[in-house]
């Protein structure tokens, strides 16, 4: 089941923070978060194991609401960097335990502008 | 630090004809996964292995067939090309099923 991102599209001045969301209709095991330019692979973010788990590094973290099978990407005083796709990507699982299918959203395009 | 290798970067082939794609992950990762992108799509999720062994299969057709050898390289076969075919194809490797997948730079295949 591929997981919904919202919103679809993104325009910020640097500086400006943005969120994405990821929502998924089934149980899920792990988030991954991943930014891609175009014409390049996927690069990875993050993941998040746990429900309730936040993890950042810079000005760009997530968090993981397992019981509403949603996370979410907090982008903090953009740079011109951060443009770009971000798709989020869940591992469906149950019981501490992945299906090992890891499947994306249709990505949310960010445009960061001076 | 090694990263996932895929061969060729670019490949340019005709309707019908074969194709076959070639992934190299990290070493010491034993899941691969295959994705197919194309323009302005997400990534979407073909098939994967785990330790030799087909673990899932997504949207792939009938016509591509993959495998994972001993030496966890991975090959996908692309047979009787059609236009839309023409994508980007991503391989993916991880450690097990709990940590983070890293993508290859992709094969960018044209049907003509």
């Known amino acids: 089941q591929q997981p919904v991102q919202s919103p679809q599209a993104v325009i910020l001045r640097e500086g400006e923070d943005a969120v994405i969301n990821c929502s998924s209709s089934?149980?899920?095991?792990?988030v991954h978060w991943y930014r891609q330019k175009h014409g390049e692979a996927p690069v990875f973010l993050m993941i998040?194991?746990?429900?309730?788990e936040q993890k950042g590094h810079d000005k760009i973290s997530a968090s993981f609401n397992e019981k509403k099978q949603q996370s979410s990407l907090y982008l903090t005083a953009s740079q011109l960097s951060y443009s770009g796709t971000y798709f989020c990507?869940?591992?469906?699982?149950?019981?501490?335990?992945?299906?090992?299918?890891?499947?994306f959203g249709q990505g949310t395009i960010l445009t960061v502008h001076p | 630090a090694a990263g996932v290798i895929q061969s060729p970067r670019h490949l340019i082939k005709e309707k019908r004809e074969t194709a076959t794609l070639k992934c190299y992950p990290i070493?010491?990762?034993?899941?691969v996964y295959w994705y197919q992108q194309g323009p302005g799509q997400d990534p979407q999720f073909l098939i994967s292995?785990?330790?030799?062994?087909?673990?899932d299969k997504g949207s792939i057709p009938d016509r591509f067939s993959a495998q994972q050898f001993s030496d966890y390289h991975s090959e996908l076969n692309m047979s009787s090309l059609e236009l839309g075919d023409s994508a980007l194809y991503f391989c993916?490797?991880?450690?097990?099923?709990?940590?983070?997948?890293?993508f290859g730079q992709g094969t960018r295949l044209t049907v003509v």
């Open positions: 993916a490797s991880s450690r097990t099923g709990r940590d983070e997948a890293f």
């Open positions: 089934k149980a899920l095991y792990s």
């Open positions: 998040l194991l746990k429900g309730g």
């Open positions: 990507g869940t591992e469906l699982g149950a019981g501490g335990t992945s299906y090992g299918k890891l499947t």
């Open positions: 070493p010491r990762h034993d899941t």
């Open positions: 292995f785990y330790e030799k062994m087909q673990s």
